[in-house]
């Protein structure tokens, strides 16, 4: 059976005494309230080390925000994925909307760092999701299909273990507009079909695939009620350790 995730991304937030302050707040909820699903707290590089040592890890994994798509040497400002791993970090989240949009990541470019992801034994958090304009277009069937496909399906099937998706719709990203756990479920089930056309049924069905945009506790129970909606990526409701909890409560 594929995991249920509830992931947080803090994004640009936090500074580092918040951010260690956030991670051992959220520990002790899950210290009283065991979860039911693999909970990951996604901070910036400078938390990492911090929060591994502040948590649990039996009930907190973490995850850093991106990494360099280059091994290591003279990039100034990167962090590459050797240097994510030993902190402890377990995960990567990688194409992330606004790193494509905000940082020029372009497809071949999340393959490279998807590449030295798995190669220095990190999971990914691979983020996918079409804006308005296309949803609009009705094309967000095609627009997810190539992101999959372009940085991800040069995987072998061993490798595809270690990914995990997140649908992330840009348009409901922040804005406080979410997908109706109907349109989640209709493409987080065109997404397994798309794997399973690649890998076959059982690495579809193993594939963890996470709903993101404005999930929170008040519609996180209803969109993680779908059948191919496995969990979530949250950006704004991560912040605060009740709102965080609230939404890994939809499993209980
Ligand atoms: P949001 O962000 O929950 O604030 O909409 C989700 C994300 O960007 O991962």
Known sequence: MRKKIVAGNWKMNN??????????????????????????????????????????NKLIKVSAENCADKEKGAYTGEVSAAMVKSTGAEYVILGHSERRAYYGETDAILKEKVDLALANNLKVIFCIGEVLEQREAGKQNEVVKAQVENALFHLSAEQFANIVLAYEPVWAIGTGKTATSAQAQEIHAFIRGVLAAKYGKQVADDTTILYGGSCKASNAKELFAQPDVDGGLIGGASLKAPDFYGIIEAFN
């Open 15 to 56: 500074t580092l005494s918040e951010g260690v302050q956030l991670a051992k707040d959220v520990n002790k909820i899950l210290t009283e309230k065991a979860p039911n699903c693999t909970v990951i707290l996604g901070t910036p590089f400078i938390h990492l080390a911090d929060v591994v040592r502040s948590v649990d």
